[in-house]
């Protein structure tokens, strides 16, 4: 039963693959790719890799986290089986119709500091997440600031009407990246399931609400 499905998980900026691993040990028994961004670690996912990932789309449920639903929807046709948004949104960035929205002087001032020192930036950023592990490596400096464009411009809330019936949202009540406003403006009416918590990063924080989430829907649909 596990098997029916596939699951694909993308993690968010600044973040790697590894980002996902206390869910995907919950997980064992289900057939699993990950997609790295190669915002650290030069650890990118090959382009074979994600044509692959592409054939097989109709079976899979997708689930990405903050930035990565964005590049779910971006990347891929809208033709998942399901997609799980977990401490995401479909526009990030402040704007007429979106108050709720991130002002865009964060984003910039960000950009700017990384070119100056990108181990200050993403230590600020995991430090807002509430995420206390050490800092990786290597950063992938022109990725980051493709990641912190994507957050400033991409918008795909008129994406939302045709994914509404196959898509999961789990969300922090503290979410200190994300405000809730930012949630509920996204996805509108949405069900969203609230999870108590006061960080960005829900799959480290909460791995098995996540892991449990993620299964129960593999097993019933």
């Keep these: 039963m ?13 973040f790697s693959r590894d980002f996902w691993k206390p869910v995907g040990y919950l997980l064992k028994g289900f057939s699993i790719d990950y997609i790295d961004l190669d915002f650290v670690n030069n650890t990118a996912t090959s382009n ?4 692959t990932i592409s054939k097989q789309i109709n ?3 997708a689930i990405g986290h903050s930035l990565g639903f ?3 929807l971006k990347q891929f046709p809208h033709e998942f089986h399901h997609y799980i948004a977990i401490n995401s949104f479909l526009r990030f960035s402040k704007a007429d119709d979106y108050l ?12 700017k500091g990384i070119d100056k ?10 430090q807002q997440c509430r995420y206390f592990d050490s800092l990786p490596n290597q950063m992938n400096i022109p990725t980051l600031q493709t990641g912190l464009k994507y957050l400033e411009t ?17 969300a922090s009540q503290n979410d200190p990246v994300v405000s809730p406003a930012m949630t509920t403006d996204s996805f509108q009416s949405h069900p969203i399931h609230w999870v108590k918590d006061d960080t960005h990063v829900l799959p480290i924080s909460q791995p098995e609400t996540c892991s449990k989430i993620i299964r129960d829907i593999a097993l019933i649909l």
């Design 117 to 126: 020192d990108a181990y200050l930036i993403l230590s600020q950023f995991y």
């Design 2 to 14: 596990t098997q029916k499905y596939h699951l694909l998980f993308v993690h968010g900026w600044g």
């Design 48 to 51: 074979e890799i994600i044509q």
């Design 154 to 170: 991409e918008d795909f809330r008129d994406v939302f009407p045709s994914i509404m019936d196959k898509l999961t949202i789990l």
């Design 59 to 61: 079976h899979t449920i």
């Design 100 to 111: 709720s929205g991130a002002p865009l002087r964060i984003l910039q001032r960000m950009s």
């Design 70 to 72: 964005l590049y779910l």
